[in-house]
Each structure stands twice: as structure tokens, then as C-alpha cells.
């Protein structure tokens, strides 16, 4: 079993920064590809970033330059450094593992709880 606990959101101002951070409990969060998720209000859910398990990261084209997301597999913990922020981004952010267990013979997926950013004046 996976848990993953999303931290760091607030209030910034336009332009400003903020660093989420998701732990994980379990042995496999350092061998899976982690990704950050958002979701504004009245949309779907998007991908924003995703890292794997090597530190290589990828990103949708809205934060590309302004979006940092890396890893500490020592910790457990991803991080995503988001600079330049815009009213644009405010959004609940989630992390997530996606994973193939052989013991379950299927896929699983985890969530952190979420949480909230907010850019404005």
C-alpha cells in the first residue's frame, strides 16, 4: 500500500513562487514514475508534470519554463518548484503513482489528498 501526503500550498501573488512537496510511504515510490496533477474549479483534472524514476522529468506545455519537478528518493519525496505563477495555476494540485504489482496482477494508482493553490492580487 501506497500513502502520499501533498503539502506547501497557499496564497501567492502573481509571479511569485511556491514548492509543493508529495511524501510517499512505501517501497515503491522510488522505482515508478510520479506525477503532479491540478484541477481548477469547474475543469477536469490535468497532468502537469511527471518524473521518473531516473530524475527526467516532463511537463505540459503551460508551465514548461516556469515548473520544476524533481525527486528525493532517499526522502520518498517529489517536489515541485513553481515559479512565475500566474491567476491561471490556482488549482487543488495532486500527486500520483500509477504502478503494474505483479502480486495483484494489475495496475494501482494512488493520490495524495491535494493541495490548494492560490495566485492572486
Known amino acids: 500500500q501506497v500513502h502520499l501526503v501533498d503539502s506547501g500550498g497557499g496564497l501567492v501573488q502573481p509571479g511569485g513562487s511556491l514548492r509543493l512537496s508529495c511524501a510517499a510511504s512505501?517501497?515503491?515510490?522510488?522505482?515508478?514514475?510520479i506525477g503532479w496533477y491540478r484541477q481548477a474549479p469547474g475543469k477536469q483534472r490535468e497532468l502537469v508534470a511527471t518524473?521518473?524514476?531516473?530524475?527526467?522529468?516532463n511537463y505540459a506545455d503551460s508551465v514548461k519554463g516556469r515548473f520544476t519537478i524533481s525527486r528525493d528518493n532517499a526522502k520518498n519525496t517529489v517536489y515541485l518548484q513553481m515559479n512565475s505563477l500566474k491567476p491561471e495555476d490556482t488549482a487543488v494540485y495532486y500527486c500520483?503513482?500509477?504502478?503494474?504489482?505483479?502480486?495483484?496482477?494489475?495496475?494501482?494508482?494512488?493520490w495524495g489528498q491535494g493541495t490548494l493553490v492560490t495566485v492572486s492580487s
Open positions: 512505501g517501497s515503491i515510490f522510488s522505482t515508478n514514475v
Open positions: 500520483n503513482v500509477r504502478y503494474y504489482s505483479i502480486s495483484d496482477s494489475r495496475y494501482l494508482e494512488f
Open positions: 518524473i521518473t524514476s531516473g530524475g527526467s522529468g
